[in-house]
């Protein structure tokens, strides 16, 4: 397994994202910082260094805005996954969906997903290493703890990643606005990819050369598309309820 780089650390804040981090025991935590000592107990704290400093000192840590509830948790990002361990974990699984992001790159909208694909049980979200972002507060608050349950998986080749995935009897299904067939109208594999793109430009040409077929979601004309993460929900949703 491809190891992080042990000398980049960032600060994750927010009651649900440190939480999660706390009780992610793959997770390496330096310290944490609290406005008041009655946040976190001691027990769940598990002797990591701990700071109580005022709101002011704990802004300055955060990104501007950050809503922070009054905590915030140093952490080291964690160990890059490999696509092949992760597909042979599930292999006793009766179905399984993995999600690809095809140059997704607002953390917001990652961290949202990460969400949608806990609360649906995908196995992991498979991104392109070169145009994804880095793990950040930002992502993680986002993601309101997903970010430590959910595999977020960083490849260097989306198409190669794509392929592997056939070689497992997984089913690769774009999501594209301009498909002829509409989502309700399938009927999912058990295992199945769901490809997103990008909300401007949608799935690179290559990527979806590599799906076995598209479908799109049943939307008013009103609107071109819809965000990323709301149309991630809403396959996962169809996924699971099929």
């Given at each position: 397994m491809k190891k992080i780089k042990q000398n980049s650390t960032f600060w994750i804040f927010g009651l649900h994202p440190v939480s999660a981090a706390l009780n992610n025991p793959e997770r390496v935590k330096i310290?944490?910082?609290?406005?008041?000592?009655?946040?976190?107990?001691?027990?769940?704290?598990?002797?990591?260094?701990t700071k109580i400093v005022s709101k002011q000192e704990l802004e300055s840590l955060l990104p501007p805005g950050a809503v922070h509830q009054g905590v915030a948790l140093l952490v080291r990002p964690l160990?890059?996954?490999d696509l092949e361990e992760i597909m042979h974990s599930v292999t006793t699984k009766d179905k399984s969906v993995f999600l690809i992001l095809d140059q997704v790159t607002d953390p917001h909208n990652i961290g949202a997903?990460?969400?949608?694909?806990?609360?649906?049980?995908?196995?992991?979200?498979?991104?392109?290493?070169?145009?994804?972002?880095?793990?950040?507060?930002?992502?993680?608050?986002?993601?309101?703890?997903?970010?430590?349950?959910v595999p977020l998986i960083r490849v260097s080749n989306l198409a190669r990643a794509m392929q592997k995935l056939?070689?497992?009897?997984?089913?690769?299904?774009?999501?594209?606005?301009?498909?002829?067939?509409?989502?309700?109208?399938?009927?999912?594999?058990?295992?199945?990819?769901?490809?997103?793109?990008?909300e401007g430009n949608g799935m690179r040409r290559l990527t979806a050369e590599n799906c076995d077929y598209t479908i799109k979601l049943p939307i008013s004309d009103k609107m071109e598309s819809l965000n990323v993460s709301n149309a991630a929900a809403i396959a996962l949703y169809e996924f699971n309820r099929k």
């Open positions: 310290e944490i910082r609290m406005i008041n000592d009655s946040i976190f107990d001691k027990t769940s704290l598990k002797n990591i260094p160990e890059l996954l997903i990460l969400r949608s694909a806990a609360a649906f049980n995908a196995d992991g979200i498979i991104l392109q290493d070169a145009n994804a972002p880095e793990e950040t507060g930002t992502l993680a608050k986002s993601a309101c703890g997903a970010l430590e349950c056939k070689n497992e009897n997984y089913w690769i299904i774009g999501l594209d606005g301009y498909a002829k067939q509409l989502i309700s109208e399938i009927k999912f594999p058990q295992k199945t990819v769901l490809v997103l793109g990008s």
